[in-house]
């Protein structure tokens, strides 16, 4: 299993994260000093991850040191025995010299490093999270352990560490029952992390599709409110009974994780469906669905928002399309039961005019209509799937990123700051799913959000990504080339 051991200063957040990730409060074993401490190991989840981490976060207590001595101590700890390390900061706060002090030593080693900037739910952490990015560490996750916010970025960053632990403990136990040798295990073991480190988008620079990428199953979800088809569809797509289906909303089925094909293409179906036991009230149950649509978001790469074209998009609908995005998940809407409708022209109207008006940050999500029972357009909704799923991985290269931005510019610059042009000098794109990018802007600050949206519908027309979400950070103007 994972060991993760979470380090940082005092006062960061270490124990509250712990906290939450583990479901327990932070033991303090002795504190008297100059008694060995007894390292603490306590299992942790995260959605569907299951890790342990090592106690480091108590050890302030423990020492009558100096604070840089007990931080040397716990991150000694750390590197001795963790498989992954979390740094965490103080958002807040910015990089404080400690933190870069330890983040050179700990970039040193030969130990993949998570960081996360926390307390991000304060307005004043954002400029936390560009600055930290000077440690070298790699993209900084924006966390607050204490509301519960960032938590499916820390998942993301995570996740491949956690299976290529679980996947060399299983090498491991084979081996050891003569099955296979070690260095086999070993080998797709480094394969992992080298993946990951492309991944986390360490470094800067353009990065190339990766082939095993494409190769992994596509992570799908199907949600909706109940009765709208979802189950029919399941069906439909898997061309078997998997499911139960019937008229009747809340029945009780099985959660189910599908790994199935469609033309040539591995997907994972995820669903929650098993969450929907426990429904049996119809007021239990609404609430129950935007809870379980919600956890089968997490573990999705795209998500299918099943619709009744006989009924009005509601509340309900845009809460769960609108988390889809916030998630940046990749979001294909399926009005089903299209074989009922009478008025298609004006329901397709009003559709248009919803998304418009109440998901704005992401222009022309793709719309598919439908019908699971009588299996027509089945192809197109995969079609958008793939489609969809192909365009939330996409890369852009930095050299013709920057000469979009500089035309972006030159049409529209940004408007003064107290009589001084802002300006924007550089862009890339630090990582995909979902697409994400970095412009460098000299007071980052002052530049307004509708400056950023006009950036992002605009890389969203001109790079050809409609319906994926799009995400833009923006950061100081120091060029991230320059030797200092
Ligand atoms: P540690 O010394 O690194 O273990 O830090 P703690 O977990 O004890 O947290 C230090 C203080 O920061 C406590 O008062 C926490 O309530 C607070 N804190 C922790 N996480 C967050 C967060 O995400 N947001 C905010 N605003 N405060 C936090
Ligand atoms: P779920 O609760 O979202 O899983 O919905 P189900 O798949 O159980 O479907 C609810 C009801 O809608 C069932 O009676 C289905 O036969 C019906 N249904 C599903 N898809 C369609 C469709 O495309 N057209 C029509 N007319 N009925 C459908």
Redesign the pocket.
Known sequence: MLRLAIIGRPNVGKSTLFNRLTGKKLAIVDDRPGITRDWQRAKATLYDLDFEIIDTAGLEETFNDSIEGRMRQQTEHALKNADVILMVIDGRDGVMPMDRHFADWIRRQDVPVILAANKCDTKAAKSGIYEAFELGLGEPIGLSAEHGLGFSDLHEALEPHVRAADEKAAALALKNEGFINKDDALESDDEEFQNFDEDSGVGYGDLEEDPEEAEKPIKIAIV?????????????LLGEQR?????????T?DAVSIPWEYDDRKLTLVDT?GM?KRAKVVDAMERDMVGDALRAIRLAQVVVL?L?SNQALERQDLTIADHVIREGRALVIAM?????VDDRQEILDNLDYKLDTSLPQVKRIPVVT?????K?RLDTLMRRVFDIYDLWNKRVPTARLNRWLEMMVSHHPPPLTQGRPNKIRYMTQIKARPPSFAVWVSRPKALPETYEKYLVNGLRDDFDMPGVPIRLSLRTTKNPYHKK
């Not at 499911?243 to 029945?251: D, N, V, Y």
């Not at 089903?336 to 009922?340: A, P, T």
């Open positions: 909706g409110r109940p009765n709208v088809g979802k189950s029919t569809l399941v069906n439909a499911m139960m289906t019937g008229p009747e909303a809340g029945i089925r469906a929907r099943v009744d089903n039961k299209w074989d009922e439908m019908s699971a029972l009588h027509t």
